[in-house]
Structures are given as structure tokens and as C-alpha cells.
């Protein structure tokens, strides 16, 4: 099976078997740079792992250290409007699961939907709603993975939502929380599907994290997941959504992600 060739490709070339892993989103790369003794694993490399279309993600497995702690960062994530089945979308937290890695931790660019956000702001996601018209558990069940029905009422570890406020409060990050809506992409909403998703709940717009999210907690992993406020959504500002300012503002934060990351990984 693909899992097993990838699983076996990566033993290969390191050592560190993490029990924590982080995905890096869109323009949100330079976490990676803070492991030391690294190796990285190009996804090109790995057996049966989805290629990495997008502009500006990486394409690797970063293994390393943050001080005594062992983890791998998923530099690059793949996503369903380049095509890739909801399957190949989260192989990567299959691969991490079987190789070890218990806790993950989620990170993506989102559109804000609620008005007390402003362009930039950190927040944590507190629960999802998916609109992607799929999910990565349809199919016959492995067993060995987990149950049929998985249950998702705590979807986002509440004890590690509890210690990333911690964290926050501790380096004086504002730390927000809210509901992630998930769309497909890759158009950006219209002001009326903005509305419409406001109501209904959700307080973030994205294309990324609710597969391997669920994937995640078939498995029995605990998740933390941040969005950085990379613009206001659709509608709520009088101007359009281009998506080199997306990416220019993942850059302009990734700072203060990376202090928080630092923060709350040995916690976890
Ligand atoms: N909509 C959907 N996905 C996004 C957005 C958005 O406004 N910004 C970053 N990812």
C-alpha cells in the first residue's frame, strides 16, 4: 500500500521519530527554519506522496529539533481545487500517524468573515464547518485506522486550546478563536456567499485543514489549528481579494506565528 511505501521511504532517511507534527499554509513557511539538525524529505522523493502545485508552499517533510523535542513540519500541504482526491489530500497525516506522530498542529491562511478580526490576526479554531462536498472517510473503513462514525464534538483538543491561550497570554500574542468554515476553491467567495456563511456560523473562510483534520481525529489525534487573517473576506472591505496580498500577509506574521509555535509545541 501507498502508506506503507512512504512510511518505509521516510524511516530510511531519518531518525527522529516525532510525536508532533506541523503543517505549514500558504505563505507561512518559515517555521521550518527554526528546527535544528534537520533533514528534509522532498515529497517528489517519497513514494505515492501528491506533488505540491502551489506557489508558495515548499514541497518537503522538515525533521528536526526545537530544542529536546523531535518534530516534523509539513512544509507545503496538498489541496482539493488542484485536483487531488480527498484521499491524497490527507496521506501525509496518515503517513505522520503511522510513523509515530500523535499531536498535530495545523496551521492555514483563511479570509475573515467576522468584523472584529482585522487583516493579519491569529486565531485559533475552535470548530469547523465543512462545505467541501466530501469527506475523506467515504470509501470502505479501515478498521486498523478507526471506527466507521467517528465522533467529532471535540474536533480541536480543548485542553490544547486551553494551552495555546496560555501560550499567548504569556507572549502578549493576541490570540483570538472562531469557527473555520471549509470551501473548495480555488475561486475566492462572493460577497453573498461571505453573508451567508457569517450566518450559518462560521467566523473564517478556507480551502485547507478540515480533511486531515478529520482524518486526525478518525486516528485519534489531537489537533490544534491557527489561522492567520490573511485578508478580510469577500465583501467586507471595499476592495477585491488578490492573492500575492494573501501570501505577503502570511509573511508579514509569520513572527509571531513562529514565536507561538515555539511556545506551545513542548507543552502539547
Ligand atoms: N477565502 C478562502 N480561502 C482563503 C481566503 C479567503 O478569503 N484567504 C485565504 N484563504
Redesign the pocket.
Known sequence: MVIESSVDYILSRTKLAPRVAVVLGSGLGAFADELTDSTDVHYSDIPGWPPCTCIDHAGKLVFGKLEDLDVVVMAGRSHLYEGYTPAQVTMGVRVLHQLGVQSMVMTN???GINLAYSQGALVLISDHINLQGSNPLIGVNDDSFGPRFPDMTEAYSASYRAIAHEVARELEIELAEGVYAA?T?PS??TPAEIRYLRTIGADL???STVPEVIVANHMGMRVLAISCV??M??GVLPQK?VHLE?LETGRRVQNTLVRFLKGVLPRL
Request: proline share 0%.
Open positions: 491562511a483563511a479570509g470551501v476553491g475566492y467567495e473562510v478556507g480551502m490573511t485578508n473576506a469577500a481579494i494573501v
